[in-house]
């Protein structure tokens, strides 16, 4: 089974950008559907995108639509470019995996990291 870790977690100011990071080890990330997603304090968990790295769309919430970017290597590390950032965004991200897409779509991927912290400010 897939281990994930996630890495690039900082405080920027509103409109600047980050890029985070992903390490898939014990499992090639194509075996997977993908996905970021993040958590506020006092907020439910919500995805900001799902994909297969090994083809296709990518879904992204409209709240970063346009502004947030997945890539990846499509061996073991997927990253999320974040640009234009606004302290709504911040919040703990974390990177999921499933070998199933519904499980993915539904929020409950059954593989997480253990998260890395953002912190915009205005």
């Known amino acids: 089974q897939v281990q994930l870790e996630e890495s690039g977690g900082d405080s920027v100011q509103a409109g600047g950008s980050l890029r985070l990071s992903c390490t898939a080890s014990?499992?090639?990330?194509?075996?997977?559907?993908m996905g970021w997603f993040r958590q506020s304090p006092g907020q439910e968990r919500e995805g900001v995108a799902r994909f297969w790295p090994g083809g296709g769309n990518t879904y992204y919430a409209d709240a970063v639509k346009g502004r947030f970017t997945v890539s990846h290597d499509k061996a073991k590390t997927v990253y999320l470019q974040m640009d234009t950032l606004k302290p709504d965004d911040t919040a703990t991200y974390y990177c999921a995996a499933d070998e199933q897409w519904e499980d993915l779509l539904l929020g409950r991927p059954t593989y997480w990291g253990p998260g890395t912290r953002v912190t915009v400010y205005s």
């Open positions: 014990r499992s090639r990330i194509v075996n997977y559907y």
